[in-house]
């Protein structure tokens, strides 16, 4: 007997610039659940592609949990994916809007049934890291995220 279809994951970007993407595609058999991935640098793009409320994201620069969640459920519809991961962010600090250091949002989103989400948010900090060592740290931390969803979903079946 066959086991379940493996879930496959998609991966939306703009502070890590396609660092996710090079993370998952370096494991062998990705393409058994790595969909894809788009990098949204622009909040125009990340509108466009992936349907992230324009108005609400340009109040907070496109940087926020709310854009996260929305980018990672526009991922999951973009590229018909059971989980969507997303990051949005600075890479270092910026004096228009007023950034002290470099942090970013993750979010995590898992399809259901009738296309409802479940999503989950978390913010990673980077203070005195140089742009690039930020990026990395904030894929790192998505990553790490996901997999940990993973894990407790699969304890969870497990369990029951």
């Not at 991966?11 to 949204?40: H, M, N, P």
């Not at 996260?68 to 459920?73: F, G, I, K, V």
């Not at 060592?133 to 940990?148: K, P, S, V, Y």
Request: aromatic residues 8%.
């Amino acid at each position: 007997m066959l086991g379940p279809p493996p879930r496959t994951l998609a991966v939306a970007e703009s502070v890590t610039c396609g660092r996710l993407q090079a993370r998952f595609g370096r494991i062998s058999g990705a393409s058994d659940f790595f969909l894809g991935g788009i990098t949204v640098y622009s909040l125009d793009q990340k509108s466009r592609h992936l349907g992230v409320d324009r108005a609400a994201a340009q109040a907070v620069n496109g940087v926020s949990a709310a854009v996260a969640d929305q980018m990672a459920r526009g991922v999951c519809q973009l590229f018909d994916a059971d989980f969507g991961l997303a990051t949005t962010g600075y890479a270092e600090p910026s004096v228009i809007p007023a950034v002290a250091e470099p942090f970013a949002w993750w979010a995590v989103a898992r399809r259901g049934t009738e296309g409802r989400f479940t999503v989950r948010t978390g913010r990673i900090n980077a203070p005195g890291l140089s742009r690039i060592d930020a990026q990395e740290r904030f894929a790192e931390a998505a990553e790490a995220a996901l997999i940990a969803w993973l894990a407790s979903t699969a304890t969870d079946a497990a369990r029951s």
